[in-house]
């Protein structure tokens, strides 16, 4: 017999579940969706799963090594939040956004609230809505094939048909891990598995879809429901996202009620909102009421009643927190109404300025219909006709938009005579790097568009202006590039269109 | 339809196979016995013995010591070495009687003898279960005539006797309903006798297919007894699971069996009663499984009260090479009590030792809260481990015990098992629980 033997309070039997094997179901049935998002859209998207991986596992580790805490790594729980927040963006970011997103949603999300179990938001969201608001243009510039083109959430909401069998498998325009099929699949595995229970993920499901039937203005048509519920990270949200049990609910009716709430605010936030990121923030946003969530439906065992001043006690924190959001919610509110009217006269006052200048006599602008096709990161928005007092055309004014520039992308307006002249050039959106691309507004750049006729212009070096050749902001590379690119993008428009 | 059960509860590993079967090998204690005098809750006894006495097998040694108390007897004739304090499984020390025997086990005068319980009073009934020293045989310890007096025994509905055995491991209630199933009807026909309105019902998971089957065959002819086999879920044996699957009732903290029309027995017990009633014989053997990996041949045991565990384990053969135990048990892995060593005795209680070469508590790391909720669905007093945790930490006792209804705990350790993070939630209620008990006492 050993010497000393072990003494520990009962039981002295463990069952086989394991942070480590909670998290091992987690990323297995993320494989099925990891796997059809590299088919889908390359290998790149496969090293951006890598890359946000490490990074992730990464910053935990140098963080408790930094603050002298036992090391946490080994419960995987970092690989998982890696590899959601891969999965959560498009295929053609550069490999600095994974990074940054993942060093931000575990250091800032996770390590600084406490660590594993302590974060109030998802990390993997919370970085990727810390993504949304820097690296705005890279991040919604969903692209398939290397081309861009509108996710099929955004074609179904305007009215167009979508092709379901690629929504299933993928293989369409959005994030890498936007595979429906593979989704669901790893979902029911989740579920057979125990990883997470029936709850959450038909609650937000069922209340998103039946928000969706009643507000979204089309009714059951399938053709609506269908991409909804299958696109727009929804999938996602309901088995992966907001099943994350650190920041939701433990109990059975809490879960069910989170549920509906993380549904209801998708649904909202497609019907009134911008339809790409609702599903982030709705789920940060419950994230944000799930413990109080639990707070409402803590069990009473047979028998019991929960004492006068308990009950008193409960709704006090969610009442002040309903209060505080229903105040703020009515104020911005009250901004945008009064303001929204203005805002957009004075846009549309500052358009009118644009084409009267680069279409120099004109009296009235008629706004000619657009043809279809729009490829590559530039986009056609407007086309307007020039007219003089006779009704004869003058010239065009074409608004382009870029979303390849530095920042955020720009829009600007192109003056083009009947005979291929382009005018000139008018920014109606520019907010590039103050000093080196924004200097692309300056008088000094834009005049070298100014009067000439060639089919394209190119970006040069130290030759005069007048013959097409553009000279590039110094240090700005970039934004000149997208400038240039737009005004083609005109002049190729005119060329195919309206000559 | 399927067969009864609870709501909660877990499926820890059952093992059983390791003894199932096996009949009890009598054992002959060699070397000392040690009768503790707290082997059952309430007061310990009075020792009524001293130092060279020589006392006869089933003569008293020591008398209880109030209402709720046992008497115990020797279960050999020998010589008293000494009464002094012995080591416990708790691990503290208790007063105890030491005997050697002399190995003769001469019968102390009127044991044995065969009476009809037709014949003898209730309070009889009462008095010979009394002297018996009779006392819970599943683990529990509750002197069991203190449970049999009832202020109102017409409302007693069910008398339960207890066979689940969901403890891992453990097969000597199995056995006993194997080999011995007609004393354990005619027990609970006594038991009847005392509650006119019961019903009584023999309670077996079932996993226990034999003694199932052996139990309705004794049980044939018994009209008022039936048998109920359960489910196979931990913890089906315990008190409260048992009587909301036969009466539908559920305990709540501070109240007994009795409260909700029921009476609960071990089938030990019950059988122990038989054994007393009907002829006079009180409590000096019981059935005790030796079980675990570390055991070269574990099997099931007749053992004399008081017996050392190194004898037992001696019988089985000792240790298997390479899988001496991390970890030896009194009782199984769900409720029993680790031990320091083999220096404690058998007690009436103790139904099982288990020996383990790994300690599956020591094996994984515990890691932070993840607020899955598995121990919220697990408990099966519906109570939220996960809650009461974060309570219990930060000392926020007046919500442990008012909202979140912490008392209740009936510290079964399903949450510890079921917890991925391995904390040891079961611990920290049991602590929380007494601190909260040891403030309000001031």
């Known amino acids: 017999m050993r010497e000393l033997l072990h003494l520990s309070s009962a039981p002295h039997d463990r069952g086989s579940l394991s942070t480590k094997t909670v998290m091992r179901d987690v990323l297995l049935a993320l494989l099925p969706t990891a796997v059809l998002g ?33 090391n946490t790594i080994g419960d995987a729980s970092a690989v998982v939040t890696g590899l959601l927040l891969a999965l959560t963006l498009p295929a053609q970011v550069p490999v600095y956004v994974p990074v940054l997103g993942a060093v931000f949603a575990i250091l800032v999300v996770k390590c600084l609230f406490g660590g594993l179990g302590h974060n109030i938001m998802n990390p993997a969201l919370a970085g990727r809505s810390f993504l949304l608001i820097s690296f705005g243009a890279s991040m919604t510039g969903y692209t398939l094939d290397g081309v861009s083109a509108a996710t099929p959430l955004a074609e179904a909401a305007a009215g167009r048909s979508v092709d379901v069998v690629a929504m299933a498998l993928g293989n369409t325009s959005g994030v890498i891990g936007s595979s429906a099929l593979g989704l669901l699949a790893g979902g029911i595995y989740l579920l057979l598995s125990r990883g997470i229970t029936w709850e959450i993920p038909t609650a937000t499901i069922g209340s998103a879809a039946a928000f969706l039937a009643l507000f979204g203005g089309h009714g059951l048509d399938p053709a609506y429901l269908v991409p909804q519920l299958l696109g727009g990270g929804l999938l996602m949200a309901a088995f992966f996202m907001a099943t994350d049990p650190v920041t939701g609910p433990s109990t059975t009716k809490g879960q069910l009620l989170y549920g509906a709430l993380t549904g209801v605010l998708i649904g909202l936030f497609r019907v009134k909102g911008n339809a790409a990121d609702s599903t982030t923030y709705a789920v940060l946003l419950a994230n944000l ?3 109080l969530i639990d707070e409402l439906f803590i069990p009473v065992p047979y028998g019991f009643r929960i004492p006068k001043e308990f009950k008193k006690a409960i709704p006090k924190p969610v009442s002040i927190l309903l209060v505080i959001t229903l105040i703020a919610g009515a104020v911005l509110s009250g ?15 500052a358009n009118q300025a644009a084409y009267r200048s680069v279409v120099p006599g004109a009296e009235s602008f008629r706004s000619l219909e657009l043809a279809q096709e729009t490829a590559g990161t530039t986009q056609i928005q407007k086309v307007l006709a020039g007219l003089d007092g006779s009704g004869q055309t003058l010239g065009y004014a074409i608004a382009v938009h870029n979303s390849q520039s530095y920042d955020g992308g720009l829009t600007l307006v192109v003056g083009i005579l009947p005979d291929g002249t382009v005018t000139g050039i008018h920014f109606t959106e520019l907010h590039e790097t103050a000093g080196m691309g924004m200097r692309c507004g300056e008088p000094e750049f834009t005049r070298q568009f100014e009067n000439v006729n060639v089919p394209a212009f190119a970006l040069g070096k130290g030759t005069a202006g007048g013959h097409g050749t553009i000279d590039s902001v110094a240090g700005a590379t970039v934004s000149s590039t997208a400038v240039v690119d737009a005004v083609n993008a005109a002049l190729a428009y005119f060329a195919a269109n309206l000559k | ?18 003894t199932a079967g096996k009949p009890f090998f009598p054992l002959r204690p060699e070397g000392e016995l040690v009768f503790l005098t707290n082997q059952h809750i309430g007061k310990p006894a009075e020792p009524v013995v001293a130092k060279g006495d020589y006392v006869l097998a089933g003569q008293r040694i020591a008398q209880a010591s109030g209402f709720v108390s046992a008497n115990i007897v020797s279960s050999v004739s020998g010589t008293v070495k000494a009464v002094e304090p012995r080591p416990t499984a708790a691990g503290g020390m208790a007063q105890a009687i030491v005997i050697v025997p002399d190995g003769k086990d001469t019968l102390a005068q009127g044991i044995g003898q065969p009476t009809d319980y037709k014949r003898l009073s209730n309070q009889e009934i009462l008095d010979r279960v009394k002297n018996a020293g009779i006392v819970g045989m599943g683990g529990a310890g509750f002197p069991t005539h203190v449970k049999l007096t009832v202020k109102e025994p017409e409302k007693i509905r069910y008398v339960i006797a207890n066979g689940a055995e969901c403890e891992p491991y453990i097969t000597c209630d199995d056995q006993l309903m194997r080999s011995h199933p007609a004393e354990i009807a005619e027990g609970l026909e006594i038991l009847l006798r005392l509650f006119p309105q019961a019903r009584g019902v023999v309670c077996i998971e079932n996993n226990k297919p034999q003694a199932i089957a052996a139990m309705e065959n004794a049980c044939r002819g018994h009209e008022k007894i039936s048998v109920l086999p359960l489910k196979t879920k931990y913890p089906q044996g315990g008190e409260r699971a048992l009587i909301s699957v036969v009466a539908g009732r559920h305990l709540r903290l501070g109240m007994l069996p009795a409260d909700a029309g029921c009476v609960v027995d071990n089938v030990a017990t019950v059988r122990a009663v038989y054994r007393a009633v009907c002829f006079n014989e009180p409590l000096m053997e019981r059935g005790v499984t030796v079980s675990g990996d570390s055991v070269e041949n574990p099997g099931n045991f007749w053992v004399k009260i008081g017996t050392g565990s190194q004898e037992l384990v001696d019988a089985c053969g000792g240790w298997k090479e390479g899988l001496e135990p991390e970890k030896i048990l009194s009782g199984g892995p769900m409720m029993g009590i680790a031990l320091s060593g083999l220096d404690v005795p058998v007690c009436k209680n103790n139904n099982a030792i288990t020996a383990l070469p790994v300690d599956p508590v020591a094996e994984e790391p515990v890691t932070a809260c993840l607020r ?5 669905r697990v408990c099966p007093l519906g109570l939220s481990p996960q809650l009461m945790q974060v309570a219990a ?7 442990y015990e008012k909202r979140l209804f912490g008392l209740e705990c009936i510290a079964c350790g399903c949450c510890s098992y079921i917890c991925p993070a391995k904390r040891p939630l079961m611990q920290l209620f049991k602590v929380t629980k007494a601190e909260i008990m040891a403030a309000k006492k001031k």
Request: charge should be positive; hydrophobic fraction near 35%.
């Open chain 1, 38 to 70: 590299i088919w889908a859209h390359g290998w790149y998207a496969g090293f951006i799963m890598l890359v946000s991986i490490a990074a992730a596992v990464v910053t935990e580790y140098l963080f408790n090594l930094a603050t002298k805490r036992g």
């Open chain 2, 372 to 376: 899955c909720g598995r121990c919220n």
């Open chain 2, 1 to 18: 339809m399927g067969d009864l059960t609870f709501r909660g509860g877990v499926h820890p590993e059952q093992r059983k196979e390791l």
């Open chain 1, 335 to 349: 901004v945008y109404v009064t303001t929204s009217d203005r805002i957009a006269r004075n846009s549309e006052r």
């Open chain 2, 393 to 399: 930490q930060r000392r926020d006792y007046e919500r």
């Open chain 1, 289 to 291: 009421f799930g413990n």
